[in-house]
T-cell receptor, first 110, second 115 residues
Framework: QKEVEQNSGPLSVPEGAIASLNCTYS??????FFWYRQYSGKSPELIMS????GDKEDGRFTAQLNKASQYVSLLIRDSQPSDSATYLC??????????FGGGTRVLVKP | SAVISQKPSRDICQRGTSLTIQCQVDSQVTMMFWYRQQPGQSLTLIATANQGSEATYESGFVIDKFPISRPNLTFSTLTVSNMSPEDSSIYLCSVGKDTSQETQYFGPGTRLLVL
């Protein structure tokens, strides 16, 4: 079974610090990777997508992909209390179906 | 990204009944999907809604339990049939394009409680 694994957390981070989230995947055919943020009681919203090895930055967020090691990470710089949410990692292989990890709950403390 | 709406936003149902959830998109989309998110869990894909043909179901999900319609490129329905308390979940529709690098965008979800 093709899986995406995440540490469930909670990951507790002081305000202003860097939150580092990791995700591993088992399907070497995965081509695209996505990070979603989900607030309690809300639906997932896309934060970042990454397709190539290396880093991709968007504002306070940086996604990192290493296909050889089959891991994806998300860094949140200058963490704010509004970043407190569950972060879902997802991979997409052929067939355009997303496989989601279990999510990492992040708690940013003022 | 497309604007996606779902109806109803929430419902409380009795066991043994059925509920149909609607998903409406403000523009034509290639791909539409239905997910379930059980309490405290991540998202599980139920099926891909195919326009003009039968939906493609994932392992563990069957058409008799979760019949899906997709009459056009902007609308789909998911029915949860013969409900039991184990069906209490959030049901989400998502839309996307038929390319590997395109992500999916999610509707607001339908929160279902079965008593």
């Amino acid at each position: 079974q093709k899986e995406v694994e995440q540490n469930s957390g909670p990951l507790s981070v002081p305000e202003g610090a860097i939150a580092s989230l990791n995700c591993t995947y088992s399907d070497r055919g995965s081509q695209s990777f996505f990070w979603y943020r989900q607030y309690s009681g809300k639906s997932p919203e896309l934060i970042m997508s990454i397709y190539s090895n290396g880093d991709k930055e968007d504002g306070r967020f940086t996604a990192q992909l290493n296909k050889a090691s089959q891991y994806v990470s998300l860094l949140i710089r200058d963490s704010q209390p509004s970043d407190s949410a569950t972060y879902l990692c997802a991979s997409k292989a052929a067939g355009n179906k997303l496989t989601f990890g279990g999510g990492t709950r992040v708690l940013v403390k003022p | 990204s497309a604007v996606i709406s779902q109806k109803p936003s929430r419902d409380i149902c009795q066991r043994g009944t059925s509920l149909t959830i609607q998903c409406q998109v403000d523009s034509q989309v290639t791909m539409m999907f239905w997910y379930r998110q059980q309490p405290g869990q991540s998202l599980t894909l139920i099926a891909t809604a195919n326009q003009g043909s039968e939906a493609t179901y994932e392992s563990g999900f069957v058409i008799d339990k979760f019949p899906i319609s997709r009459p056009n490129l902007t609308f789909s329905t998911l029915t949860v049939s013969n409900m039991s308390p184990e069906d209490s979940s959030i049901y989400l529709c998502s839309v996307g394009k038929d390319t590997s690098q395109e992500t999916q965008y999610f509707g607001p979800g339908t929160r279902l409680l079965v008593l």
